[in-house]
């Protein structure tokens, strides 16, 4: 069934106004001029086709046209409260279905993912490997990808791209090769990996060294498992947290969000 259009603007005008009977503190309420506010009356009598107000010599008056139609109109927006309300439940949600590389999952995210809910109890996690899933189909709330930039989405950069030579203590004078990262000219890979995550395992095992990106490495770094050979230097690619617009505009989001930008800075 194809929906009438309605002046909602107008409508909201015309209720403020009938509220007050006055144009001038219905201006005050909707913070716009008495002007702007006369005009929206009178657009919305020539939608209507019929008079809503009358001066007296008391003041304004509603016009038994605009009486009959009033409560009808303020049940309606009661309604679209309720609507906003219910759409916005989700938002107050303590559940987040986060998808991140199982690497950087394991070195960086789960530790503040667990100091975030230690301040908030309530909070629930699901996590998704596949850090491409689709948003719509995985339900995500948020997505962590080792990439150049956000893309068609909208993103915060978890910390500057920057990438370092490292190794375990022991390990051989020899390369760890993984696809994000080419091997300085004319070296070669020993050991051939498919993700930043077995490059990390191997070069903690002592297989070898890698180049990998400074914030995967931290937490290994200061645990002594890992040394620096060469670095930080700067880098192309790093870790976005990334969403599409709408899950930027969830409270529960940009409460987490803020928080692991604090703690990424320290």
Do not use: C
């Not at 194809?2 to 144009?23: C, E, G, I, M, Y």
């Amino acid at each position: 069934m194809k929906r009438t259009h309605l002046p909602l603007n107008a409508l909201r005008v015309f209720d403020a106004a009938a509220r007050h009977l006055s144009f001038t503190r219905a201006a005050d309420e909707l913070a716009v001029t008495p002007a702007a506010v006369g005009q929206q009356i009178r657009a919305l009598e020539d939608h209507l086709g019929t008079v809503l107000f009358r001066r007296t010599s008391r003041g304004l008056e509603l016009t038994p046209e605009a009486l009959a139609g009033l409560d009808p109109l303020r049940d309606g927006f009661l309604r679209f409260e309720e609507s906003v309300q219910a759409m916005q439940a989700g938002q107050a949600s303590d559940r987040f279905t986060i998808a991140a590389p199982r690497e950087f999952y394991a070195q960086w995210l789960a530790p503040r993912l667990a100091a975030y809910r230690r301040e908030n109890p309530k909070v629930r996690y699901q996590l998704i490997e596949n850090e491409t899933a689709d948003f719509t189909e995985a339900n995500l709330d948020l997505a962590v990808r080792l990439v150049d930039g956000p893309g068609d989405l909208e993103g915060i950069e978890l910390a500057p791209a920057r990438r370092v030579v490292v190794a375990h203590e022991d390990a051989p004078d020899s390369w760890i090769d993984w696809p994000g990262a080419p091997l300085p000219e004319g070296a070669e890979g020993e050991i051939t990996v498919g993700n930043a995550g077995q490059a990390l395992s191997s070069a903690m095992a002592g297989l070898g060294r890698a180049i990998l990106p400074y914030l995967l490495v931290e937490e290994a770094l200061a645990a002594g498992r890992l040394k620096i050979l060469e670095g930080p230097d700067e880098g192309r690619r790093s870790y976005w947290l990334v969403a599409p617009l709408p899950q930027w505009r969830q409270k529960k989001v940009k409460a987490l969000v803020a928080f692991l930008q604090q703690d990424a800075g320290n």
